[in-house]
């Protein structure tokens, strides 16, 4: 079975306090969005899903991606070898 993570982009910048209880994850910010990458298996992205549900944060983009694959700061990345 491949291993993969999840990225998970969402509208706006997401507060400080939100994202000291997501502290496992990687986060890049920009103006208009955030994205929390490395979400490590299907359980913690349905999770985290549920935690921006219920606050109130849309989620414009959900992606699978192999572990091979390294994220930058704008959330777009580069598949390694």
């Known amino acids: 079975?491949?291993?993969?993570?999840?990225?998970?982009?969402v509208a706006g910048v997401v507060s400080q306090e939100d994202l000291d209880d997501m502290a496992a994850v990687r986060l890049a910010?920009?103006?208009?969005?955030?994205?929390?990458c490395g979400v490590p298996d299907q359980?913690?992205?349905?999770?985290?899903?549920?935690?921006?549900?219920?606050?109130?944060?849309?989620?414009?983009?959900v992606r699978r991606i192999p572990t091979t694959w390294v994220a930058d700061d704008r959330g777009s990345g580069r598949a390694t070898r």
């Open 29 to 36: 910010e920009g103006s208009t969005s955030t994205v929390l």
């Open 43 to 61: 359980s913690a992205l349905h999770g985290l899903l549920d935690r921006f549900m219920a606050l109130g944060i849309e989620v414009v983009e």
């Open 1 to 9: 079975m491949e291993r993969v993570t999840y990225e998970v982009r």
